[in-house]
């Protein structure tokens, strides 16, 4: 199915994609007063079904964003949860995808509006991030990530990415294929749209929500899953930068990229400069419990079709 004739949610309606159009003076076109959510749906081939990925978790989040922004309730969660399931049935998806939630800001008023509160959900077909590459080579952002003083990283909204965007775009044009950033503690906080985590003498680490880093789906799933099914010592404390040169093995993770290795940082190879062991069986569980093949995280998904 090509972009053209994609059917997406757009205030109320399912309409094809160049039927969703926002007004140009709109404090979301203006100022970026949009919250958001990217999800992903998995295709089971034996069940003819579709599962999306924790979506009750990503309804809350959302709901956490808006109530941060201030935004008009207007939504409830099942309405929420419901509006993205229409979606995926409307298109008739039978594959992988990832969908983007978005409530917007419409209307003439400013970026400190607070309604009228509107939605998009837009769905899209897509195989896997980096697929071409086992892993990733990332530097050490000269950005700072935001932080709770400024801009909050745990409201999940349109404008936060535009520091990732200075992050990953500095990281491209010097040869890298992503970034992490420090915090203004300067200990290790996040990627541009993922999380981090090291593995050091068979301990799991990864920095504490108060590292300015968003509160990630993946970030917890990997936390509960490598604690109960992999028996694995996890720790949340701050991290600091020179702990990524030394780590034994180092991977990104979010919803979007799923668990993606990195195989150096800052051009200093991390472990053996390939996908570690750890990484591979957390990486190897995640990707059979998103598609329904572990009975206990069965919970954790949502049937998109009627069977
Ligand atoms: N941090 C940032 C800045 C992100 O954009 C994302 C992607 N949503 C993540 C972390 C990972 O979050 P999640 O696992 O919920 O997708």
């Known amino acids: 199915?090509?972009?053209?004739?994609?059917?997406?949610?757009?205030?109320?309606?399912?309409?094809?994609?160049?039927r969703a159009k926002i007004n140009v003076l709109s404090p979301t076109s203006q100022f970026g007063a949009n919250v958001f959510e990217g999800l992903r749906a998995y295709w089971s081939i034996s069940e003819k079904q579709l599962y999306v990925f924790r979506l009750p978790e990503h309804i809350d989040r959302l709901q956490r964003s808006m109530k941060m922004l201030e935004f008009d309730v207007v939504f409830t969660n099942a309405f929420l949860q419901q509006s993205v399931i229409d979606v995926i049935q409307a298109n008739n998806f039978q594959e992988d995808l990832v969908c983007r939630q978005t409530v917007f800001l419409d209307g003439f008023g400013s970026w400190s509006a607070i309604g009228p509160v509107e939605m998009f959900i837009a769905p899209m077909a897509k195989g896997r991030y980096y697929e071409k590459s086992q892993g990733i080579d990332v530097c050490i952002s000269s950005w700072e990530r935001i932080n709770e003083k400024s801009l909050s990283p745990k409201i999940k909204m349109g404008a936060n990415?535009?520091?990732?965007?200075m992050g990953q775009l500095e990281a491209t044009r010097n040869g890298y294929d992503?970034?992490?950033?420090?915090?203004?503690?300067?200990?290790?906080?996040?990627?541009?749209?993922?999380c981090v985590f090291i593995v050091k003498d068979g301990k799991l680490i990864t920095p504490p929500l108060t590292a300015s880093i968003l509160d990630s789906i993946t970030r917890s799933t990997i936390i509960d899953i490598a604690r109960?099914?992999?028996n694995l010592e996890v720790i949340e404390r701050d991290v600091e930068r020179?702990?990524?040169?030394?780590?034994?093995?180092?991977?990104?993770?979010?919803?979007?990229v799923e668990i993606v290795p990195v195989f150096s940082v800052d051009k200093t190879q991390v472990g053996m400069g390939t996908k570690g062991g750890v990484t591979s069986d957390i990486k190897n569980l995640y990707l059979q419990i998103v598609r329904g093949k572990v009975e206990k995280y069965r919970k954790w998904l949502t049937p998109v079709y009627e069977s």
């Not at 090509?2 to 109320?12: A, T």
């Not at 990415?161 to 965007?165: D, G, K, Q, T």
């Not at 020179?242 to 979007?256: K, N, P, Q, R, W």
């Open 242 to 256: 020179s702990e990524l040169y030394i780590a034994d093995e180092v991977f990104m993770c979010g919803t979007a």
């Open 161 to 165: 990415y535009m520091n990732s965007r």
């Open 228 to 230: 109960d099914d992999l």
């Open 1 to 18: 199915m090509s972009n053209d004739e994609r059917l997406i949610w757009f205030k109320g309606n399912i309409v094809s994609i160049d």
């Open 178 to 194: 992503s970034a992490i950033f420090l915090n203004q503690e300067g200990t290790v906080s996040e990627g541009p749209g993922s």
